[in-house]
């Protein structure tokens, strides 16, 4: 294990989260607020930490495998740590646990909450809050990578380690250029949405907010009703349009650019994703209309924009779904395991991964009538590799076994199965509210310190996708160099 190396991009991240902190420390300034002294704080520690990091001597400047899952798995972990510190020093969240809770929730783009009344908080923090899932939504260490070779150091095993998905592609020769152009894309949706709230009636500062929280698929809002609190059928037609863009795969808004229009359009996992969002509203719409007095247009709006939150795991609500009749509640369940697309900021199971598994589920039914055939499973045009589809097939299996014992963890808290169950779907899918005792009008603030930290562990093997993080704790990964 090569640590200078892993030393040293960690201080790089700990030097880009100071730079990412100075927004929110202008805006305390701007507003005059007491948190602006927690951000000068915070972004001085991290600067000297983050350099002398940096400064110490490496020995070579080579990542291989072992390194990007660690780098990958530190690297979240040491920024959620110093990224909790405003809230702790500002007392906007007195308890380290819980400042932990809700910064992991907002790198993870979870947007998950201990915070029962989020009106009160200052300005800055506010603003770092929901700037946390700006940043973990196309993930830091992306960023990262794209700035690695000017200190002479390759990024694609960080790529790797990080990108979600069953694969990391370049779509460009150089991972430096794929990471650059994934977040051209990513500042390009961001401009355009913020306008178009600005269009909308919202104020900068809100239309930033939410913004920040809709790219991101995290959910953070500046309201305790969240996009609730805006009686605007526009501003909840423009985030559910926004939400849905944002869990498609970038890499698809590449080949627009580029005209293969009929490349995007044939795309397997893009049709997949539509089609359950489609499917879900009209079914949802239905279920609303026939249970409850909202009018058919009433029930499609609500409909369209919590299937749009929850299938991207943004998490934001404009109305209590934890009313809803059980039907619609059902199909969101569901939805929670769905996710968006690879390689998007939506977190979950992954739409590829779902059309793998229905393509092997059909080839194992195509072997019972003749078991001697050669069925190759594809993805569009091209064949998808046994590994690959081993490992689908035990990444489904583990997420599930994960998601079952953490489940009866989380219920020894005396809680009912249904609101165990929603908070672990909810933070392992990187959703943010569930149903019952941790539903959309509701915190997770009543949980012990324990269950915080084991659901904030979840939030980051969701994020990481299992495997990461499994890779790297695995004593045979430290035996061997790989």
Request: with cysteine; glycine share 10%; net charge positive.
């Amino acid at each position: 294990m090569n640590y200078g190396i892993i030393r040293k991009i960690l201080g790089i991240m700990l030097i880009f989260e100071a730079i990412f902190m100075i927004p929110s420390f202008l805006i305390s300034m701007y507003y005059n607020q007491e948190d602006k002294y927690a951000f000068l704080i915070c972004i001085t520690l991290n600067l000297i930490i983050g350099y002398i990091m940096y400064k110490l001597n490496v020995k070579k400047n080579v990542i291989k495998i072992k390194e990007g899952l660690a780098i990958a798995t530190f690297g979240w972990i040491l920024i959620s740590i110093f990224g909790a510190l405003p809230f702790v020093l500002s007392k906007s969240i007195p308890s380290f646990i819980d400042a932990i809770f809700e910064t992991v929730s907002g790198f993870i783009t979870t947007g998950a909450t201990i915070i029962n009344d989020v009106e009160k908080l200052p300005k800055g923090i506010l603003f770092w809050r929901s700037f946390t899932h700006w940043i973990g939504g196309m993930g830091i260490l992306v960023f990262t990578v794209a700035l690695l070779p000017m200190v002479g150091v390759g990024g694609f095993q960080i790529f790797k380690a990080e990108s979600p998905g069953p694969t990391a592609d370049r779509f460009v020769p150089r991972i430096k250029d794929t990471a650059k152009l994934l977040y051209i894309t990513y500042l390009s949706l961001t401009i355009i949405q913020i306008v178009l709230l600005l269009i909308g009636g919202m104020n900068l500062f809100e239309a930033i907010i939410h913004t920040f929280g809709t790219v991101g698929t995290g959910g953070f809002s500046t309201r305790n009703q969240s996009i609730g609190a805006y009686n605007s059928v526009y501003i909840h037609i423009v985030i559910s349009i926004f939400m849905i863009l944002s869990g498609i795969n970038f890499s698809l808004y590449y080949s627009v650019f580029k005209g293969k229009w009929k490349e995007v359009l044939k795309n397997e996992e893009l049709r997949l994703y539509l089609g359950i969002i489609f499917v879900s509203v009209i079914l949802i719409s239905l279920g609303l209309k026939m249970n409850t007095q909202k009018s058919i247009g009433v029930s499609l709006r609500d409909a369209l924009f919590q299937v749009s939150s929850i299938i991207t795991t943004t998490g934001y609500a404009t109305d209590d779904f934890d009313l809803w009749p059980s039907f619609c509640k059902s199909i969101l369940f569901m939805l929670m395991f769905v996710g968006g697309c690879a390689g998007s900021t939506a977190g979950g199971i992954k739409g590829i991964r779902i059309l793998v598994l229905l393509k092997i589920i059909k080839r194992d039914i195509q072997k019972i009538f003749h078991p001697r055939a050669m069925i190759p499973i594809k993805n569009g045009e091209k064949i998808i590799k046994e590994e690959t589809i081993s490992a689908i097939t035990s990444f489904f299996i583990l997420y599930f076994l994960i998601f079952v014992i953490s489940t009866i963890i989380i219920s020894l808290e005396g809680i009912n199965l249904e609101s165990a169950a929603s908070a672990v779907a909810a933070t392992l899918g990187n959703i943010g509210p569930g149903f019952g005792m941790v539903g959309p009008t509701r915190t997770f603030v009543f949980f012990n310190p324990f269950s915080k930290i084991l659901l904030s562990l979840l939030m980051l093997l969701g994020r990481l996708e299992l495997f990461t993080i499994i890779a790297l704790i695995s004593p045979k990964g430290w035996r061997n160099e790989i």
